[in-house]
């Protein structure tokens, strides 16, 4: 059966830490999922390269404080369906032009977007579908001391968990996307 486990875990070592440094967006249409080549073995569902057609930007958010990324198993079976729903949560402080415009931007499109966690993990985030902004606010705050900026939750629904990427640092995150751009501002 398809659907067998081949190996066992043991427990971990607890040496992890929770949370997220930066995301990255790319353009649903700078590249395809014909683009993306998969690991071998164990390793058949890590993406080792994306090689579009034409060179890529990433467009580079850095992160601290309430952000997190959430992967739910959906399954339901009476229907025989399992689905993966991604969903991304950030904070983007202080309110500017440009930010204003790329938030808006952003929920008119379905970029996928680039996961890095506080351990250097990349994760891939809407691979097939791309992720939508399915909530959010701007928010200008009440007390001195209040939140001002935006926040947003992305969601995506796919077939798959977000792949892990195979690097650790963002000048491999940009070798691994065929010598992509980082575009920090």
């Known amino acids: 059966m398809s659907c ?10 607890k040496d992890s830490i929770s949370g997220l440094l930066n995301i990255y967006f790319v353009n649903y249409g700078d590249m395809t999922t014909e683009d993306v080549t998969y690991g071998t073995g164990a390793n058949d569902e890590v ?7 034409s060179p890529i930007s990433l467009y580079k958010y850095e992160l601290k ?23 991304l949560t950030v904070q983007l402080k202080k309110q500017d032009i440009a ?21 250097h993990e990349y994760f891939l985030a809407g691979l097939d579908q791309g992720c939508d902004v399915t909530a959010g ?33 963002e000048t491999a995150l940009a070798a691994l996307f065929d010598g992509a751009t980082i575009v920090t501002s």
Do not use: W
Not at 4 to 12: C, V
Not at 47 to 53: E, M, Q, R
Not at 146 to 160: H, I, P, R
């Open 4 to 13: 067998d486990i081949a190996n066992g875990r043991l427990e971990a070592c």
């Open 47 to 53: 993406i080792t390269a994306i090689t579009p057609a």
């Open 65 to 87: 404080g309430a952000n997190g990324f959430e992967q739910t198993i959906q399954t339901s079976r009476d229907n025989g369906t399992t689905f993966f729903e991604q969903v």
């Open 99 to 119: 930010t204003h415009k790329n938030v808006k931007l952003l929920a008119y499109g379905r970029p996928r977007i680039v996961v890095e966690t506080r351990t």
């Open 137 to 169: 606010t701007v928010s200008s705050g009440t007390a001195m001391g209040d939140f001002n900026g935006y926040n947003l939750t992305f969601t995506a629904m796919e077939q798959s968990p977000a792949n892990f990427l195979d690097c650790s640092t």
